[in-house]
């Protein structure tokens, strides 16, 4: 009996675990989908309830933490906005679009010289498109 569990256990209990984390992950990647869907429809209320959920599991996303921190924002969850808006900062320094969008929370959250300075940083920065 004993070498029947452990049989069973080298065995089968592995194949049961990966079956579980490939589900796991077709979940996050479903959940994921549907919240892009709702930001690129303009349904921020939706989108950020998704991205605020999902986010945990994807601290090193920069899109994810980005369209988290566009949905708080038209939302009202300022600080939540600039929190995410921060976190791809650090993943992505050079990103002009999270630039902008952390001067807008700034002047949001009445913090005003913060605001003046992202702002003149993007405006300074020669990349940026003429229109």
Same mark, same amino acid.
């Given at each position: 009996?004993? &070498?029947? =569990? ?8 592995? $194949? !049961? %675990? ?23 429809? &303009?349904? =921020?209320?939706?989108?950020?309830d998704v991205f605020s959920k $999902? !986010? %945990? ?58 605001s003046q300075n992202a702002f ?12």
């Amino acid at each position: 009996m004993k &070498k029947f =569990f452990l049989v069973f256990l080298v065995f089968f209990f592995p $194949l !049961y %675990l990966f079956g579980v984390g490939v589900g796991v992950s077709a979940s996050l990647d479903k959940q994921y989908k549907d919240g892009l869907s709702a930001y690129k429809s &303009k349904n =921020f209320k939706k989108s950020y309830d998704v991205f605020s959920k $999902l !986010y %945990l599991t994807k601290l090193s996303d920069a899109k994810l933490n980005f369209y988290l921190g566009r949905s708080a924002y038209e939302t009202g969850h300022y600080e939540i906005a600039l929190a995410a808006f921060e976190r791809v900062e650090m993943l992505d320094p050079g990103n002009l679009r999270n630039k902008l969008e952390m001067a807008r929370t700034y002047f949001m959250l009445k913090m005003y010289k913060d605001s003046q300075n992202a702002f003149e940083e993007v405006l300074s920065n020669p990349n940026i498109p003429q229109n």
